[in-house]
């Protein structure tokens, strides 16, 4: 799509259509964060849609949210996300799960003092989800099945593409509209200390973030759009150093779930300097525009809280993700379809 010089307020004034992607960064429960971003960006219908990238939770996300874009529009798709994350916490209404008296009493989230998740933590490194036997199946797989129409979804407006990892190669593998099913959703979360790898065609798959949180590279070779919204929800900063064993271990897995996405789009950086600018691909990307909207807040929430999945927390990060939303519109709205707001290229640099 050309670029106009037209400032984006200008565009949402006369309405004029803007095609965008969409990143979306899995995170567990965090991805209500996500929820909240999406919802207040599907009441700008100036934006329009055209691919979705999405690992893990965000996976769900863009499945859940372009079902609703196919079935109905963005008011369904608003609807069904909010009905998904409802789902997902009355499912876990009795999980073991659960933040102890005094976190609750001092309004904290996370669960590390919680006596479940810290037998969880202990048996993960000893026992295999493979001893179980098969008992330990993901809770999810019923709710993707009801809610989500696959078909629908194949023929759907919005081009998806959805991470997961190849056990047995350790390459990421990018499912498209076409192919997705509950089965690839669940791959693209699958944690393997928790659950059994999911077979796809005889071929096991675990987390797409080891691989890609979230993938770029099909949002600049197979969409349009020349504006990315790269929604983060894993901390890439933290100012202090973690000292305790679960304070390194959380910043570890931060680090490590954040590295492929950081490594791509350091790639992408170094392409637009070096690619021939008269291939179509280094177009593609010398012309993209990419915005991350993110907040200070997931720098405040330990990785066991991943794991929570109580309605007042699903609900305090939707709230976080729409006002993240909108402080970025307050921002950068005379930014979107001109200019980029996040600098890709000052990763060169680190």
Known sequence: MAETAKSGAARRAAKEPLLIDLALQGGGSHGAFTWGVLDRMLEEDWLTIEGVSGTSAGAMNAAVMACGLASGGRETAREMLAAFWRKVSDAARFSPFKRGPVDMMLGRWTLDNSPAFIAMDLMARLVSPYTLGGVAGNPLRDILIEMIDFKALAEGPVKLFITATNVHTGQGRVFRRHEISADVLLAS???????????????????????????MTPLVRECESNDTFLIQINPVVRPTTPKTARDIESRLNEISFNAPLLKELRMMAMMRRVADPGHPEAKALAEMRIHRITSDLMVTLGHSSKLNAEWPFLQMLFEAGRQAAIDFGRAHLDDVGVRSTYDIDSLLEV
């Open 189 to 215: 979360a699958c944690l393997p200390s928790l659950y059994q790898a999911v077979e796809i065609d005889g071929i096991p798959y675990w987390d797409g973030g080891y691989f890609g949180n979230p993938t």
